[in-house]
């Protein structure tokens, strides 16, 4: 489907709320950023793993720019999923279970970023402190977690999933 730069429907142009909801492109946009911060994520830890078999100051480096194209991509994330929340029924197990999302997943950043803080004054090591490896392997853990409630939200209850479309 071409991105419409119009609401069709209502002969207007969509609203900023739309746009980041992924309304031109005729998808939710929440669901296409999801895989960058845990990519991000997953790439910090094997990093770390392999610069404990073999010490390398390049990958601590590169870990560092992870942790922050991640802190980025988690906020984008943050602010579709938000837009996403403020319009479901108050009190609803929708809202409900998006809230655990929410809280899971903003959890699991917080343990990967506090490594990024911890980092910031050891940038010139070449193998990783054991306190790192710890907070992302629990920071990993409870992105699964998280996962798991937002597949929840889409495949068991629905939530932005279109059926009005044409049968293949």
Known sequence: MPISLRNRREDRPWTLKEWIQGYPIGHPSHPMFVHFPIAFYLAVLVFDVMAVIEPNAGL????IYLLI???IATVILVVTGLIDWFGMVKGSS???LATQHLLVQ???AL???????LRLGDRGVSE????????????????????????VLVYERGMRVSTGGTAD
Do not use: C, D, H
């Open 60 to 63: 601590m480096q590169a870990n």
């Open 69 to 71: 194209m991640a802190a």
């Open 94 to 96: 929708k809202r409900r």
């Open 106 to 108: 903003v959890t699991a």
């Open 111 to 117: 343990f990967f970023q506090s490594t990024l803080l």
């Open 128 to 151: 990783p402190e054991p306190l790192w490896l710890i907070l992302e392997a629990i920071g990993y853990v409870i992105i699964g977690l998280g996962q798991y409630l937002g597949g």
